[in-house]
């Protein structure tokens, strides 16, 4: 027995220390990897977009995917969607209407109607459009009203989808 072990003792001499480097190796890369998340590079360019940090960013992306396969969200997470509607950051609040078009079968949609309602006279034309679709995806009668007044609007962009909304209504008749 004691020659078997010493002649395996050189064996555990060399081993043991490459066990605890490579141990030390793991651990080193687990650390890195906890401190330096890797974010998609759309979240990277939304989060330039927004004008919030990366790790709010994911959250919110997060949330618009969840709300866009039909997952109503959380009472924390509509809290931060209320957050995006209620900035002055325009592209926020159209981000924030996005998701909004995704919450009419939940205990949100009044909510969700009531933000849209009140970004339907913002000052950004992006928003107004996307705040009129909303309407219409809610099934809240005045987007049509909304939709009537736009059509000869001077902005491309307003009388393109008052246009597009008023044809949908009319393929579905």
């Not at 490579?22 to 998609?40: D, G, T």
């Not at 679709?133 to 000869?152: I, P, Q």
Request: proline content about 6%.
């Amino acid at each position: 027995m004691k020659q078997l072990l010493t002649r395996y003792n050189a064996f555990f001499k060399c081993l043991i220390p490459l066990t605890v480097g490579f141990c030390c190796v793991l651990l080193v890369f687990a650390l890195y990897k906890a401190l330096n998340p890797s974010y998609p590079p759309y979240v990277i360019e939304r989060s330039k977009l927004l004008q919030m940090p990366l790790p709010e960013s994911k959250e919110i992306d997060s949330i618009h995917t969840q709300v866009a396969n039909g997952v109503p969200p959380s009472d924390q997470q509509w809290e931060k969607v209320k957050n995006l509607l209620e900035s002055d950051n325009t592209q926020r609040q159209q981000f924030g209407l996005l998701i909004l078009g995704g919450l009419y079968k939940t205990k949100y949609r009044q909510d969700a109607i009531r933000f849209a309602s009140s970004l339907v006279n913002s000052p950004a034309s992006n928003v107004q459009a996307t705040a009129i679709t909303v309407l219409a995806k809610m099934h809240d009668s005045r987007w049509k009203e909304y939709a009537l007044k736009n059509r000869d609007h001077p902005d491309v962009l307003l009388r393109q989808n008052a246009e597009r909304l008023l044809a949908r209504q009319e393929r579905f008749r």
